[in-house]
């Protein structure tokens, strides 16, 4: 499942704000992230939710801990409820999910880079737990089935409140993401590697 995704879209605020039809601030002191072509599991990066009128960004950390002592860096959403727990979106402009199988003379696992068509920057539905925050996960849509049997909760910039507020069922919000709406490349091996 996706444990490494990029934030490296520049003017967030005036992105945040306008998707989400709130003023943004920090908690806390303004914070000094910095865009990232990757962020991976265990860092610390931004997760927003709705308090009061305003959009309330924060940096926190990615993954709690299981009693196993392992990092919760996904977190199923089909059979659960969700309305009483601290939901968050987590601002993207890519997710990262890794094949199965090493191809033949290849030493890393084929990387594919996914983004949102038509959305420079997108949302990932969340949860906080431990003072952690984790992605949700649903059922592949057509575009991930190729890759991945599990898919990242994606939503549109203008449907983020959708999921903060609750504003429709979870089923729908927590689905996956129609045919289309991701793009897909191959990130490593770059494609004049291999072919």
Known sequence: MC??????????????????????????????FEPRPEIKMTETAPIIRHVGEQAVASMT???????????????????????????????????YEFTAKLA???KRLTRWKFTMAGNPVFWIAGIVQQ?????LTTSPGEDIKPYH??????????????????????AEILAPAPAGALQVVRDFPPPDLFG
């Open 61 to 95: 950390p990615w993954a709690w801990r299981a009693p196993s002592g392992k990092p919760v860096f996904n977190f199923v959403t089909e059979g659960r409820d969700f309305s009483r727990s601290d939901r968050v979106l987590i601002p993207a402009d890519a997710f």
């Open 149 to 170: 049997d599990r898919q990242v909760v994606v939503l549109p910039a203008d449907q983020g409140r959708d999921w903060l507020d609750l504003t429709r069922p979870q």
């Open 131 to 135: 003072g952690c925050w984790t992605m």
């Open 3 to 32: 444990n490494l995704y990029s934030l490296e879209t520049g003017d967030l605020f005036d992105l945040w704000s306008k998707a989400l039809r709130l003023p943004v601030v920090w908690e806390g002191q303004a914070s000094n």
């Open 104 to 106: 033949p003379s290849q």
